[in-house]
């Protein structure tokens, strides 16, 4: 089993910056590298992906996000970060982080990750 919980969500306004995190735990005797990602859900719309790490460290990003979001981990404290610069009010929704996906193609793909964070929400006013 994974454990996973978000901070970091808020209020800003448009132009401005928010860091997301993620505490992993319960994983740590696992012998490979986790990939994880962060996806976000806006009411009435479906669950995207917006950032991942796939298991050998390479990142990958929606395209509404890139140039704009950027993706990282710190190992030695089981943390995913999410830095999101020059947000937007289409930014708005609850944020999500997930771990254990096959990788791949399938990093940013919501239904192959079996554990999920509670979320965080991010509001982005204009």
């Known amino acids: 089993q994974v454990q996973l919980e978000e901070s970091g969500g808020g209020s800003v306004q448009a132009g401005g910056s928010l860091r997301l995190s993620c505490a992993a735990s319960?994983?740590?005797?696992?012998?490979?590298?986790?990939?994880m990602a962060w996806f976000r859900q806006a009411p009435g719309k479906e669950r995207e992906g917006v950032a991942g790490?796939?298991?050998?460290?390479?990142?990958s990003y929606a395209d509404s996000v890139k140039g704009r979001f950027t993706i990282s981990q710190d190992n030695a404290k089981n943390c995913l970060y999410l830095q999101m610069n020059s947000l937007k009010p289409e930014d708005t929704a609850m944020y999500y982080c997930?771990?254990?996906?096959?990788?791949?193609?399938?990093?940013?793909?919501?239904?192959?990750?079996?554990?999920w964070g509670q979320g965080t929400q991010v509001t982005v006013s204009s």
């Open positions: 319960g994983h740590t005797t696992r012998r490979y590298t986790m990939t």
């Open positions: 997930a771990a254990d996906a096959p990788g791949g193609a399938l990093l940013l793909r919501p239904q192959w990750y079996p554990y």
């Open positions: 790490i796939d298991s050998d460290g390479s990142p």
